[in-house]
Nanobody, 128 residues
Framework: QVQLVESGGGLVQAGGSLRLSCVASGRSLNLYAMGWFRQAPGQEREFVARISWNGANTYYADSVKGRFTISRDNAKNTVYLQMNSLKADDTAIYYC?????????????????????WGQGTQVTVSS
């Protein structure tokens, strides 16, 4: 199985940027499609973005489209989430997750149950 560790979170002012990283160990990352999710206090965990195993395809939640970019470097076993134009509503714990099923429908790629492996999360706080 694969182990995931996120980093890069922190406190940033509204309008600022952060880049999150997710480093995988235990297995090669190119065996997985990867996703980012987030969970705000008192809220359910929600889908943010997904990237195909080779980086050719990316998908985003409407709330982050145009502001966030997911990317990956399989040689470094790392997935990234570049977050620009941050808003207070982006405050949450951000989790990366690995999906053993490489191709999914739009209905399932954003579902938590589609992802078998999860990191411990990294806190992002955006001050207004």
């Amino acid at each position: 199985q694969v182990q995931l560790v996120e980093s890069g979170g922190g406190l940033v002012q509204a309008g600022g940027s952060l880049r999150l990283s997710c480093v995988a160990s235990g297995r090669s990352l190119n065996l997985y499609a990867m996703g980012w999710f987030r969970q705000a206090p008192g809220q359910e965990r929600e889908f943010v973005a997904r990237i195909s195993w080779n980086g050719a395809n990316t998908y985003y939640a409407d709330s982050v489209k145009g502001r966030f970019t997911i990317s990956r470097d399989n040689a470094k076993n790392t997935v990234y989430l570049q977050m620009n134009s941050l808003k207070a509503d982006d405050t949450a714990i951000y989790y990366c997750a690995a999906d053993r099923t490489l191709i999914r429908t739009p209905q399932t790629m954003g579902a938590m149950v589609s992802y078998a492996y999860w990191g411990q999360g990294t806190q992002v706080t955006v001050s207004s």
